[in-house]
């Protein structure tokens, strides 16, 4: 099953990257026309490609918190490749990469149509290029999402925020959209999703091409005004409030059996993790918290 599974997921994949490979390319030669609700026309194109993308991997997208306001620098905790799709899925944004990524077979491509900023690790010339085009592309109206950690982790603890990232937020004074980014599992479940140290893209993408269905929350914060306050504050504040969404995202969680059945989320009741995160809700029940269900957002 689970060979079959990758087969199916993955000949469906490879097809929708190779047309929003060749989509994107031409995309990038025409004019950035916008259509309703203030969107461009690769704005519009990506957020359908990605949430497409999501439906082929089963990667179910929920979101918590109000949308971020145009021109926002949004920063999340990095776990895997996958919040690339699902923010892209949910918001317009544009992204900040590590170069690598550029070399990557057709990812690269599609990445560099999307308009991603490559980064070159530990060059001072390469961050302030990527530095300056980010401005400019606040100053435009547009959104830019980064991974301040510089790194992934397995989602268990959020690394400090280099405030390097933070530069063109402070010199524009543009708002800091704090996301934080959960994937919940159930006890004994292999974390599939952490795409961290020695990992290639391809053995990981198998991993997650295998699995019936992956889950990943994203909560979005109260966003922190860049007016008027330095790199540094902007990066310790957008931290903590991501830590404090992600305490939220845990502690919510242990609620859920005390809502009338009509009132269940979804993506709670499914065989992958029902059963053992019902039994943990009803171990520790916490009074004073009150559960915020988030938009069903499936594609």
């Not at 992934?152 to 937020?169: H, N, W």
């Amino acid at each position: 099953m689970r060979l079959v599974r990758v087969l199916w997921k993955g000949g469906l994949l490879a097809a929708h990257i190779a047309l929003g490979a060749a989509a994107g390319a031409l995309l990038a030669l025409g004019p950035g026309s916008r259509l309703r609700r203030g969107l461009r026309v690769d704005e519009r194109f990506m957020r359908w490609w990605s949430r497409t993308a999501c439906s082929i991997l089963r990667l179910r997208v929920r979101r918590a918190g109000a949308p971020p306001a145009p021109a926002s620098l949004l920063v999340a905790n990095h776990v895997s490749w996958l919040e690339v799709v699902a923010l892209s899925s949910v918001t317009p944004c544009g992204f900040v990469a590590k170069s690598e990524v550029a070399r990557w077979p057709v990812i690269g491509a599609l990445a560099s149509s999307a308009g991603t900023l490559f980064l070159r690790r530990g060059s001072s010339v390469s961050a302030a290029a990527a530095t300056q085009e980010a401005v400019l592309r606040l100053a435009s109206g547009r959104s830019v999402a980064v991974f301040p950690e510089g790194t992934s982790t397995d989602g268990e603890s959020v690394l400090p925020f280099k405030a390097s990232f933070f530069d063109a937020a402070a010199r524009l004074g543009c708002e800091v959209q704090p996301v934080a980014v959960f994937y919940p599992r159930g006890a004994g479940d292999p974390a599939v999703a952490p795409f961290i140290g020695d990992d290639e893209f391809f053995p990981h993408l198998l991993r997650v091409l295998a699995e019936p269905e992956i889950v990943v929350q994203l909560r979005f914060a109260a966003p922190v005004c860049g007016h008027g306050r330095e790199r540094g504050e902007l990066a310790g504040s957008a931290r903590a409030a991501v830590l404090d969404a992600l305490d939220q995202e845990r502690r919510a969680l242990q609620l859920l059996p005390d809502c009338a059945p009509h009132e269940s989320p979804w993506w709670w009741e499914g065989d992958m993790h029902g059963s053992f995160l019902r039994a943990e809700f009803r171990r520790v029940r916490p009074p004073d918290l009150e559960l915020a269900f988030a938009q069903d957002l499936r594609p």
